[in-house]
């Protein structure tokens, strides 16, 4: 099904560019609708939005006033697309999309749109062109912005709040994060956030962002690793006198704008960045973020750089402060209940004590977030024991590993039982040839070690 996706939207002009590893990526989005002829696949002046891609079938797009009969503006035949002008603009949707005959559609939800356009920077400009060629007036609005409406309606990210169980552990570990956010939100200097995966980053600099300006102020997520790649172009642009000025800086006023992984940007655009950082004198916050110490990283974060980034603050790593994993597993666990209309299921001696011999390295509360996360599906009465705790596999891999069950041979012969019924087999022949031997052979003084060796070999028979 996936590798079906792949093929048809590779077909598609705004996803030509893409590779296939993307097309994957992105194929995991969209979900398939089917219309019959004559249905309305988007209604005039609906509020909810969706992109749509026209697989099979014909539709017309129609508009329509008060006493006129409705008249055709646009004709969609297979892999053309619909609906970002609404994505867009944030408006109800300025023309009904009818089917003209039986349609196959893929559909991507508006918070799916925004994050392939986040992830995919590129395919913004393929859509600014197409809405310039088919809808002028919708076009002008969204051209005059530039940059500045397009990433304003599709980076700002203020649902964190969702994402996150709002609990940092004990009284101690949540007074030192308290006043830490306390500290900076009065000196208002940018901050360089050093920590493990998993461990908070993200959460903090969302709680220091609502703190000084509010919940509902911007707040932009730019991932390092991709930065080079596919925002720098479109980032920078040439200043008077030769500076460099920052769009985001205008985007983000009376904002936040956060960087993953800011090592991983290459020296000359952090140069840049640098550059702006000391120009800009806009209301706006800027955290960076990065695992681990930064005197253990490579590439590192230049001087420049790290003198506009004046406050730095280290989120100290789970297994160093175990302390906390009882509050934290007793609140993520409340929160679980009240958003699934369940109650709080108890964890026992046994569950706590595994929770907290457990090192955490791959994920820290994140990981541990995961583990309760399933253990409070599995559990089907108000008590999590140890058959409910599983610390299962990572996205990151420690070392490397072999898996046995990866060869459908292997696998075959392990499902069937096979391999056992033939290590008895093995073994009982061992087991009579030696036995066979005590008896031809005289008694030696290796008897004794050759029957100790029977009894060993023999117990698979037995058991």
Not at 307 to 336: F, S, V
Request: hydrophobic share 40%; with cysteine.
């Amino acid at each position: 099904m996936i590798n079906e996706k792949v093929y048809l939207l590779s077909k598609v002009r705004f996803f030509a560019d893409l590779t296939a590893h993307e097309l994957s990526e992105l194929a995991n989005e969209f979900k398939w609708q089917e219309y019959k002829q004559g249905t309305d696949i988007i209604k005039r002046g609906q509020t909810e939005h969706h992109y749509y891609v026209l697989i099979k079938g014909q539709a017309e797009a129609l508009v329509s006033k008060q006493g006129i009969n409705a008249w055709k503006v646009n004709l969609f035949g297979p892999y053309d697309t619909f609906g970002e002008i609404s994505l867009f603009t944030k408006k109800p949707a300025p023309t009904t999309v009818r089917c003209l005959e039986d349609c196959r559609v893929l559909v991507l939800n508006a918070d799916n749109f925004t994050q392939m356009l986040i992830r995919w920077p590129k395919l913004y400009q393929k859509f600014i062109e197409q809405l310039y060629n088919s809808l002028t007036d919708v076009n002008h609005e969204i051209w005059n912005a530039k940059y500045r409406d397009f990433l304003s309606l599709t980076l700002q990210l203020t649902h964190y709040k969702d994402r996150f169980y709002e609990t940092w552990g004990g009284v101690r570990t949540t007074r030192e994060i308290e006043n830490k956010i306390a500290e900076l939100v009065k000196t208002k200097e940018n901050l360089l956030l050093f920590g493990e995966r998993g461990t908070g980053r993200q959460m903090l600099a969302w709680y220091l962002h609502k703190r000084r300006f509010g919940e509902s102020a911007t707040f932009v997520v730019i991932d390092g690793r991709y930065f080079d790649q596919q925002w720098s172009e479109m980032m920078f642009k040439s200043g008077e006198e030769g500076t460099s000025a920052f769009n985001f800086f205008e985007i983000i006023h009376n904002g936040t704008l956060l960087f993953r992984e800011i090592n991983e940007i290459s020296p000359k655009t952090q140069l840049k960045l640098a550059e702006c950082l000391k120009m800009k004198k806009l209301n706006c916050l800027v955290i960076a973020s990065l695992q681990g110490n930064v005197d253990q990283l490579s590439p590192k974060i230049i001087p420049e750089l790290m003198e506009c980034l004046n406050q730095t603050y280290t989120i100290t790593p789970l297994r160093e402060r175990k302390r906390d994993i009882p509050i934290i597993a007793q609140g993520i666990l409340e929160k679980l209940a009240l958003k699934h209309h369940r109650t709080t299921p108890v964890l026992s001696k046994e569950a706590v004590k595994l929770l907290l011999s457990h090192n955490y390295r791959q994920g820290n509360v994140t990981e541990l977030i995961q583990v309760l996360e399933r253990a409070f599906f599995l559990a089907e009465d108000n008590s999590i024991g140890l058959e409910h705790i599983f610390f299962g596999p990572t996205a990151q891999k420690i070392g490397s590993t072999v898996n046995l069950l990866s060869w459908p041979s292997i696998e075959n012969i392990l499902k069937r039982g096979v391999l056992i019924s033939w290590l008895r087999r093995i073994t009982a022949a061992i087991f009579i040839s030696i036995i066979l031997l005590l008896l031809l052979t005289p008694k030696t003084a290796m008897a004794n070690l050759i029957v100790t060796l029977v009894w060993c070999l023999g117990w698979p028979v037995w058991g």
